[in-house]
């Protein structure tokens, strides 16, 4: 992991009280990639989103995060989700056509991404500790159905590029009334 992956953790990690300048300069979102000799994970050059650009150039800064994700490799990504506290949520991006050597490298290294930029475990409340997506095809005019169980968790399906939702499932400490210990729908 880079010096500059740490560094930019960091700085998205601990909001010190700024100007109305330097926010708008914090980072809402970047991605991580491997270096091209496949050794490192590095920023990716051009892939962020800004405070600053949120209202500007950017009017749905999810929607837009989503965009980005690549639609044939993996990535790694941080994200300041809208809340009160600004949660900062870690994301492996791998979606079913990665290249083999992908499929390999990003999930053996995310280990040592989470152990240089430790997060907390648990995400959205007490019980989520895991949430991954898989596409799934969207419904005429841009629609998106999900399953019962989903509509009544609270879950929703993640716009993606290419006409593609992302189908949420989730691993939990305990089972949530209603729900099985491990929901893949």
Not at 3 to 18: A, T, Y
Not at 61 to 72: G, Q, S
Not at 157 to 179: C, K, N, R, V
């Amino acid at each position: 992991v880079s010096d500059g992956v740490i560094r930019v953790f960091s700085d998205m990690k601990v909001r010190k009280s700024s100007t109305p300048e330097e926010v708008k300069k914090h980072k809402k979102a970047v991605f991580f990639c491997l270096s091209e000799d496949k050794k490192n994970i590095i920023l990716e050059k051009g892939k962020e989103i800004l405070v600053g650009d949120v209202g500007q150039t950017v009017d749905n800064p999810y929607a837009t995060f989503v965009r980005m994700l690549p639609d044939k490799d993996s990535r790694y990504a941080l994200y300041t989700k809208e809340s009160k506290e600004e949660d900062l949520v870690f994301i492996f991006w791998a979606p079913e056509s990665v290249p083999l050597k992908s499929k390999i490298i990003y999930p053996s290294s995310k280990d040592e991404v989470k152990d240089r930029c430790p997060l907390p475990q648990k995400l959205g409340g007490s019980a989520v500790t895991s949430l991954e997506g898989k596409p799934f095809p969207t419904l005429p005019l841009g629609g998106c159905r999900l399953p019962a169980s989903c509509q009544t968790g609270g879950a929703g399906g993640i716009p993606a590029e290419g006409g593609q939702s992302l189908h949420p499932s989730f691993q939990t400490d305990h089972t949530p009334p209603g729900f099985p210990s491990s929901f893949h729908p």
